[in-house]
């Protein structure tokens, strides 16, 4: 007659006595485990019919394999020493290997529970919603190889550390496809955002505004969703960024200034106002607008104590002074006001001068070469040196700024077309506008 044993006893209580029912139950516990104990050989356990039979008969000499417990252990929730003890009549579970000849009365075991108050499985459901597929070493790699960018983004340019963007990119989303606590998660989403931000504003400076406009909406999106309002400002500006660029001028006023209006105080509006404000208000001809949107960008820099010089132009960080006077310097550009543009450029020529961005260099010439010749005695052969200046600078990493800017010149340049220094740099820019970036450049332009 088969022996009545905890195992046996808890297998009639769930209906779980035929080989079919109860072999579908162990699988879906070894599969469990498996993932809780990261132990992948678990969830290829199985049971054959032979084995049911003799763990429900209770025909056991020994315990089954070690792996095999555990499974039993987490699905029951008791001790294996336990589920193959015999109960007593009243209950108890005795140790048949320890039972003494004169049986004795034993305590009755703790009330069965149902399967999801299994001590062990609330246990195990615990582990499973604050395990994490990103430690904390994976999220500072993250944030390193992002820092890393932006610091080196005006020696080595789009071309070079986009691969890099988008392998960051790709880490972020693969994890966060997985499972995290919501500290993780957040962090993740931050990393997240702040990649495809970067990845937008690549997409500008190489000329796909397309591209740049689906990153900078994921950026802005993933940002909002967490509550991260610096890297959702950010995310704006380079929204507005690429509108101008692709010469949707309303478009990008209006983004930056809604963007502003969420939060006009902020640091991150310093950027808002001048790069994406005073650009766009000066190409429409606003003048009272642009003095106004440039006075505010300057406020704000007292009150938040921004550096002096020019900071990265993809950095995170708040705008410093000189690149704030830079961005008017090409609103007061689009207005004709050439006074104010020359006056501007001379405040800020040592901090660009003395600056690691090339392209900076390249586009505070371009202006002022641009202004020597809106201005009543235009200085052609000045301008035109600027001009040269400006596209060997940006060397061999053309990006979508530069060439437009250039171009404009070389356009503007030629109502005095046989005048030697006007040949001379229309030679010049020719033979740079035929490097592949410049190119696609131009394809995308036209």
Same mark, same amino acid.
């Given at each position: 007659?088969?022996?009545?044993?905890?195992?046996?006893?808890?297998?009639?209580?769930?209906?779980?006595?035929?080989?079919?029912?109860?072999?579908?139950?162990?699988?879906?516990?070894?599969?469990?485990?498996?993932?809780?104990?990261?132990?992948?050989?678990?969830?290829?356990?199985?049971?054959?019919?032979?084995?049911?039979?003799?763990?429900?008969?209770?025909?056991?000499?020994?315990?089954?394999?070690?792996?095999?417990?555990?499974?039993?252990?987490?699905?029951?929730?008791?001790?294996?020493?336990?589920?193959?003890?015999?109960?007593?009549?009243?209950?108890?579970?005795?140790?048949?290997?320890?039972?003494?000849?004169?049986?004795?009365?034993?305590?009755?075991?703790?009330?069965?529970?149902?399967?999801?108050?299994?001590?062990?499985?609330?246990?195990?459901?615990?582990?499973?919603?604050?395990?994490?597929?990103?430690?904390?070493?994976?999220?500072?790699?993250?944030?390193?190889?992002?820092?890393?960018?932006?610091?080196?983004?005006?020696?080595?340019?789009?071309?070079?550390?986009?691969?890099?963007?988008?392998?960051?990119?790709?880490?972020?989303?693969?994890?966060?496809?997985?499972?995290?606590?919501?500290?993780?998660?957040?962090?993740?989403?931050?990393?997240?955002?702040?990649?495809?931000?970067?990845?937008?504003?690549?997409?500008?400076?190489?000329?796909?505004?397309?591209?740049?406009?689906?990153?900078?909406?994921?950026?802005?999106?993933?940002?909002?969703?967490?509550?991260?309002?610096?890297?959702?400002?950010?995310?704006?500006?380079?929204?507005?960024?690429?509108?101008?660029?692709?010469?949707?001028?309303?478009?990008?006023?209006?983004?930056?200034?809604?963007?502003?209006?969420?939060?006009?105080?902020?640091?991150?509006?310093?950027?808002?106002?001048?790069? @994406? /404000? +005073? =650009?766009? *208000?000066?190409? $429409?001809?606003?003048?009272?607008?642009?003095?106004?949107?440039? #006075? %505010?960008? &300057?406020?704000?820099?007292?009150?938040?104590?921004?550096?002096?010089?020019?900071?990265?132009?993809?950095?995170?960080?708040?705008? @410093? /002074? +000189? =690149?704030? *006077?830079?961005? $008017?310097?090409?609103?007061?550009?689009?207005?004709?006001?050439? #006074? %104010?543009? &020359?006056?501007?450029?001379?405040?800020?020529?040592?901090?660009?001068?003395?600056?690691?961005?090339?392209?900076?260099?390249?586009?505070? /010439?371009?202006?002022?070469?641009?202004?020597?010749?809106?201005?009543?005695?235009?200085?052609?052969?000045? #301008?035109?040196? &600027?001009?040269?200046?400006?596209?060997?600078?940006?060397?061999?990493?053309?990006?979508?700024?530069?060439?437009?800017?250039?171009?404009?010149?070389?356009?503007?340049?030629?109502?005095?077309?046989?005048?030697?220094?006007?040949?001379?740099?229309?030679?010049?820019?020719?033979?740079?506008?035929?490097?592949?970036?410049?190119?696609?450049?131009?394809?995308?332009?036209?």
């Amino acid at each position: 007659m088969p022996r009545t044993t905890l195992l046996r006893q808890l297998l009639q209580q769930r209906h779980l006595t035929t080989h079919e029912a109860f072999a579908a139950q162990f699988e879906r516990a070894a599969t469990r485990l498996a993932e809780i104990d990261r132990d992948h050989r678990l969830a290829s356990l199985q049971v054959s019919p032979r084995q049911f039979d003799r763990w429900y008969g209770g025909e056991l000499l020994t315990l089954p394999r070690p792996d095999a417990c555990r499974v039993l252990e987490h699905m029951l929730g008791r001790a294996v020493s336990e589920l193959f003890s015999t109960v007593s009549d009243g209950g108890g579970v005795h140790d048949r290997a320890q039972e003494p000849a004169t049986r004795r009365k034993v305590s009755s075991p703790p009330p069965l529970r149902d399967d999801d108050e299994n001590p062990l499985g609330i246990v195990a459901q615990t582990r499973q919603l604050t395990a994490s597929n990103a430690d904390d070493a994976t999220l500072a790699f993250l944030d390193a190889s992002l820092e890393g960018i932006t610091s080196r983004y005006e020696q080595d340019g789009p071309y070079t550390l986009r691969p890099q963007a988008r392998q960051a990119r790709q880490l972020a989303h693969t994890l966060l496809d997985g499972r995290q606590p919501p500290r993780t998660r957040r962090e993740l989403f931050r990393l997240a955002a702040r990649a495809a931000g970067l990845l937008g504003y690549m997409a500008v400076n190489m000329g796909d505004f397309t591209l740049s406009e689906a990153y900078c909406t994921e950026a802005r999106d993933l940002s909002r969703e967490i509550g991260d309002l610096d890297t959702e400002l950010w995310a704006c500006g380079t929204f507005s960024f690429g509108l101008y660029y692709a010469g949707r001028y309303d478009e990008a006023d209006a983004c930056a200034a809604a963007a502003v209006e969420r939060a006009p105080r902020h640091a991150q509006s310093i950027r808002l106002l001048a790069n @994406g /404000r +005073a =650009r766009a *208000l000066g190409k $429409a001809g606003d003048r009272r607008a642009v003095e106004q949107a440039i #006075a %505010q960008a &300057l406020d704000l820099s007292d009150i938040h104590e921004v550096p002096v010089g020019l900071t990265s132009c993809i950095s995170f960080k708040p705008y @410093g /002074r +000189a =690149r704030t *006077l830079a961005n $008017a310097v090409t609103s007061h550009l689009a207005l004709r006001n050439t #006074a %104010q543009v &020359l006056r501007d450029a001379e405040r800020i020529d040592d901090l660009v001068e003395h600056s690691t961005s090339s392209w900076s260099r390249s586009l505070v /010439r371009l202006d002022v070469a641009t202004a020597l010749l809106q201005q009543g005695t235009p200085d052609i052969d000045h #301008a035109m040196a &600027l001009g040269r200046e400006a596209l060997r600078l940006s060397g061999g990493t053309p990006i979508s700024s530069v060439y437009q800017r250039s171009r404009d010149l070389r356009k503007q340049a030629g109502l005095w077309r046989d005048h030697p220094a006007v040949r001379d740099y229309g030679d010049e820019f020719r033979t740079w506008s035929l490097q592949p970036a410049a190119l696609a450049m131009a394809s995308s332009a036209s």
